[in-house]
T-cell receptor, first 115, second 111 residues
Framework: DGGITQSPKYLFRKEGQNVTLSCEQNLNHDAMYWYRQDPGQGLRLIYYSQIVNDFQKGDIAEGYSVSREKKESFPLTVTSAQKNPTAFYLC??????????????FGQGTRLTVV | SQKIEQNSEALNIQEGKTATLTCNYTNYSPAYLQWYRQDPGRGPVFLLLIRENEKEKRKERLKVTFDTTLKQSLFHITASQPADSATYLCALDTGGFKTIFGAGTRLFVKA
């Protein structure tokens, strides 16, 4: 089945530690995105990528980093510079073109908690 | 700055009734508007997209309207069922890859 897979579902991070969230898609989509969701707030864009080896910052990129070495994969690293990383992280993909012109397919999310 | 507002209070309705959710936006003229459904602990699932030149769009029991003068979209679920209980998000394009999402409205359908 085609889809987008995030792992792990739950992740715990210690203070000062970097962690990497995985996102893989087999939909052959060119565009991939990372969003953060906090209670009572809309999804906020962290990073997005339109093509392999290229990505752009979203609205809240500070403290995060990404890579796009393969079309299928778009991992997100939450660095120690991110002071409030506890949140629900969502990865999405879509066909190339304005995201709003085509539907976005979302993964099941990773819930990150700082311990 | 661009702003998108959905009713933060949960909507409680009886099974069989029509649920109507509202999405208001300011400071922008989007070419498209999307609605998604999100269940607890899961990613959003796309439902409908409506373009600025479309007044209304339907899909099975779902209907979306788009009033660019009022800067508002209404999302209707007719003959609602308990399985429709979820959070519904609206999303606007702001050009290119910049889509902004509302915080969502939680819908509870009672049997």
């Amino acid at each position: 089945d085609g889809g987008i897979t995030q792992s792990p579902k739950y992740l715990f991070r210690k203070e000062g530690q970097n962690v990497t969230l995985s996102c893989e898609q087999n939909l052959n989509h060119d565009a991939m995105y990372w969003y953060r969701q906090d209670p009572g707030q809309g999804l906020r864009l962290i990073y997005y990528s339109q093509i392999v080896n290229d990505f752009q910052k979203g609205d809240i990129a500070e403290g995060y980093s990404v890579s796009r070495e393969k079309k299928e994969s778009f991992p997100l690293t939450v660095t120690s510079a991110q002071k409030n990383p506890t949140a629900f992280y969502l990865c999405a993909s879509s066909t190339l073109g304005a995201q709003s012109d085509t539907e976005a397919f979302f993964g099941q999310g990773t819930r990150l908690t700082v311990v | 700055s661009q702003k998108i507002e959905q009713n933060s209070e949960a909507l409680n309705i009886q099974e069989g009734k029509t649920a109507t959710l509202t999405c208001n936006y300011t400071n922008y003229s989007p070419a498209y508007l999307q609605w998604y459904r999100q269940d607890p602990g899961r990613g959003p699932v796309f439902l409908l997209l409506i373009r600025e030149n479309e007044k209304e769009k339907r899909k099975e029991r779902l209907k979306v309207t788009f009033d660019t003068t009022l800067k508002q979209s209404l999302f209707h679920i007719t003959a609602s069922q308990p399985a429709d209980s979820a959070t519904y998000l609206c999303a606007l394009d702001t050009g290119g890859f910049k889509t902004i999402f509302g915080a969502g409205t939680r819908l509870f359908v009672k049997a």
